[in-house]
């Protein structure tokens, strides 16, 4: 699933930055995703719930934001939104444009769970 993929990366990159902040764990992820990233979102929630306890965040949340698509027209320098299957500038409905976002999709923030002070140190020994 090139979802659960996704999740993977996503989550590696969660962990590289709980390890650089001693962090104990994840709240929540915050992802940023254009309609035109061919990610969708609903498989995206369903594989993140799968790939969260193997990558050692079971209840890390995820939260999905979507971006808006814009614009920037070729012909007269417009920037505007725009629908997934109508890709044209807002001025002059000219199909000749730069896609400024709309399919990207960022890990745009990350709430870190807080190691509560009391419960720093080893609480218990092995053996
Ligand atoms: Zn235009």
């Known amino acids: 699933m090139h979802e659960l993929a996704i999740c993977q990366s996503l989550l590696d990159q969660a962990r590289q930055i709980v390890d650089a902040h001693d962090a104990n764990g994840i709240e929540r992820i915050i992802v940023q995703i254009g309609p035109l990233s061919g990610v969708e979102a609903p498989l995206l929630a369903q594989a993140f719930s799968i790939a969260r306890s193997a990558a050692g965040f079971p209840n890390a949340e995820l939260e999905i934001e979507t971006s808006p698509i814009q614009v920037r027209c070729q ?10 299957n109508a890709l044209l500038c807002g001025s002059c409905q000219s199909w000749k444009v730069d896609l400024i976002s709309g399919d990207e999709m960022i890990l745009k923030s990350l709430i870190l769970t807080e190691q509560p002070a009391s419960l720093s140190g080893p609480l218990t020994r092995a053996g």
């Open 75 to 84: 012909q007269c320098g417009t920037t505007s939104a725009a629908r997934v």
